[in-house]
Each structure stands twice: as C-alpha cells, then as structure tokens.
C-alpha cells in the first residue's frame, strides 16, 4: 500500500510489577487503512494502545505521529492532538445522560458565559449522530439504555473529536449483528476520510472482513505485520498462538442421560419471553440459538432468578424448585454466567483469588474459618485449567488483560459445582486458544453428568459443542434441532420464525 505513514510505534517496552507486558513492539499504521492487532489473552495489545493514549507510560521506545515524536501526558493530551480510544471496558457515568457522556470535560460554553449551553450540547450530539446515523435520544440516562446502545454512544464520542488516528479496543464484543454492520459502515467512511483506524478483535471474520493490514503480537513481542489480503485465518491463528491449532472444537464423548430438568410454560414479567417449555437431560451439551433480542438471556435469567417471572415452573430431578433469585438458585444447583460480565461480575480492587472463589466460600470453611490452602488450591485449579494469564493469585483482577479477567469470572461459577451450568456467551472476548479449553471443560462437565446450557451468538460454536439447539424467536421458542443433523440455513430460518 502506499498511503503514507501516520503512526509508528518502535522499539516500546513497557512492565508492571512482575510482567514484561511490552518487549521492543513495533508499529506502523498509514492513513487511510484499517490495521488490526491480533494475539492471544494478555498478549499486549490494550497495553500498546494505552501507551500511545497516554493511559500508561512507556518505559522505552518512541511514538511519531505524522512523523513527529509525541508521547502523550493523558489521554486529554491525546485527543487534542488527533488520538482518540475506544476502550475495550466502557468507562460511563452511568447516572448521567447521553449528552453529558459525550461532552465530559469539554463541555461546549455558550458564547462569552462561563457555564454549559444545554440547548447547545443537545444539538452538537444531535449533529454528530446524524452524522453517524445513529438513532439515540441525546438525553437518555445512561443505565436505561442496553451496553450495546452505549458502546455506540462511545464510538461516537471517540470520532467526534475528528481524530486522525482512532482505536477500537474489542468494540463489537456487546454490539447486535445490526449494529456490527453499522459500525462497520462508520469504520469505512473514517477510512475514507483518511483516518488510520487501529482495530483490535477476538473475531477473526471481522479481522478479515474490515482491515486491510494485520499486526500479530504474542507474550509481549512483536510478530509481524501482513496484508490481510494475502493472510488467512489459520496463519494468523499460527502467528498469535505459536503453534498449530488443528481442531477448532475438542471430540464429543458425552453421553445423555436422564431428564435433570424440566421448564414448563415459562413467560416473564419484564420481557417479551413467553411461553417456552423444554427439557434438559444429564450429560448434555443444549445449545441455545437466535437472533439478537429473540429472548436468549431473558431465558437463563428467568431460569435463574435474575428478572422476574411471570408464570411457569421448574422442575430439576422431578422435584419443582421456585428459584426466586440468584442465591435460591445457586443453592438448588444452578450456576449463571452473565453476558455482561465487566458490568457486574468483576470486583475489580480485589484480587484473583476472592474474585475467583467469592460465590462458593462455604466450601473452603474448616470449623468455621476460611481455610487458606483450599482457597489458593481452588483458584490454582482454574488458573491451571484456563491458563488463565496473571503473575499470581494476589494480583488484583483489574489488571489482568480483559480476556483474562473473563476467565476468572468463568472459574468462580465452575467453583461453585453446579449441576446445571447456565453460559450466557461464554467465549465472548476470549482468544482462539482459550476457546478451546472452554469447550473442553463445558465437554468434561457433561462427562460428569451435568447440563450445560449454552447461549451464544456464533453458529459455528453451538454446532461444534451441542447436542440439541433450542432456537428462539421473538421470545418464543421457534423449534428444536438436532446439532448433528442441522444446519446454519435450518437455524436462522427457526430464528427468524417469530420476528
Ligand atoms: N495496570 C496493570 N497492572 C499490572 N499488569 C498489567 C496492567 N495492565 C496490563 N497488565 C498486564 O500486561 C499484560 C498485557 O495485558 P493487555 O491488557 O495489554 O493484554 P491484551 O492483549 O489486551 O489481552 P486481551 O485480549 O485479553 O484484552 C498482561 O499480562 C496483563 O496482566
Ligand atoms: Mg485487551
């Protein structure tokens, strides 16, 4: 390509007590491109951005932007010089409205008066959204609106300020298909504007789908850097991972047992979920499918006593159980993975340890006490069986790369040995590598007799590790399908059953 050069990055090294988290990277991003950065859980990526961002500070190397040397004091210091982030973790103030997230510390004065134009924010975030074609009312309240709607309001934010280099830090890993699409068509006109847009996903058919170059880190180091035209996905995944990964899914060995558990004529208070009976048996693998809204979480989360129920029973071994909340739950054998899991299932000061085992202390008790070598053995368990990327078990878990941080929220839910595991997007932000070994234990859970429920947006996932798929459509269950004798063409056909 030969657009000039807007940003390098050479010879950045970076550590946090205990971890080289950057080792020499380099980088070189020309205007008018879309460059991915690729590698595993805790590879480096979000720590390379937030050195150019001025969020951390490099201990070597340089940064040029437009061929001039800059290193940034704060993150202010780098939008106002044409560098603009949008963080992998959403970073709002939720009570808040739209409009003031937009503008925050920077808020438009009206003329010669030293305080905020309401009037004038309104229009300016009306401006940019119409811009951007994006449809949200500039005076919402924040926590009113979905995560996906408020990761667009971030992206928004980010090209407001007209930047000339913007960085996506995993910004689909919450968006609908829908908005995927959209946000595609803004990275295109940023791209033709002459932007240089540093795009950084899990997701390898958006990596090839939307970038033209591809740079791939792994521990820290730089790799090399490919045109993604020339790349395909298995020499990507051979860059970030070291090594050949031959089988995306592990071999199937469980075997169904009896019905564990029964839902009858489920409908919530709340949402649109209604009428949706099924059963689940020991040692299986159910997968459930459909479109973005289709009532997919409201399904587990009224299973699991996070929203309210407004008829229907559940029956586990035959024996009802009322489920109420969470705690209820927990106690008749159920675990729940949440899709939001940076919102509400990260207590980000503390360590991995308390992080890990927090909803099954009553296991490490000894006359009373929390017994401190069942504790470590416990957390060591799920370090080991995730390969979970941290210096040690004390390490607060906000510091863990994001991808990382997920795997200890899926080790305090396995710790909790339930019986009927509910995944809400299990591998979500999680690398290729890590994903397997998350198939391989929701297959070993299985061989245990357990069932395990899993939601997920990607297709290709459920047919690699189901047994049976239930598909909703618009709250209702739309049918069941058979996972080795479906196809993708006869679930989003189901899906699209009730819409
Ligand atoms: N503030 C911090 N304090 C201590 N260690 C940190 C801090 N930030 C990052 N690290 C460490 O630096 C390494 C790189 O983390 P980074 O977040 O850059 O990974 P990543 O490539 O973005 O991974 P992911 O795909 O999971 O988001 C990790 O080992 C992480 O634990
Ligand atoms: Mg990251």
Redesign the pocket.
Known sequence: MSNEVLLRMEHIS?S???????DDVELTVKAGTVHA?M????????????CLFGI?HKDEGQIFLNGQEVDFKDSKDALEHGVAMVH?ELNQALKRNVMDNMWLGRFPMMDKLPFVSEKQMYEKTMEVFKDLNIDVNPKTIMSEMPVSQRQMVEIAKAVSYNSKIIVF??PTSSLTEVEVEHLFRIINSLRDRGCGIIY?S?KMDEILRISDEVTI?RD?KYIATKDSKNITMNEIIKLMVGREITNVYPPKTNTIGEKLLEVKNLSAEYSKLSDVSFVGYKGEVLGVAGLDGSGRTELLENIFGIATRKSGEIYVDGKQVTNKNPRESIKNGFAMLTEERRATGIFGVRDIQANSTISSLKKYLNHGFLDNKKLSEATQWGIDTLKT???SQK??I?????????KVIVTRWLLTDPTILLLDEPTR???VGAKYEIYELILKLANEGKLVIVVSSEMPELLGICDRILVMSGGRLAGEVDAKNTTQEEIMTLAAKYV
């Open positions: 970076k946090f007590p205990g971890v080289k988290a950057l950065l590698g595993e859980n805790g590879a480096g990526k979000s720590t390379l951005m937030k951390y992998q830090d995993e950084i899990h880190m820290g990327k941290t210096p390490t607060p906000r510091s863990l790369s994001g991808g990382n941080q997920q932000g999680i690398d």
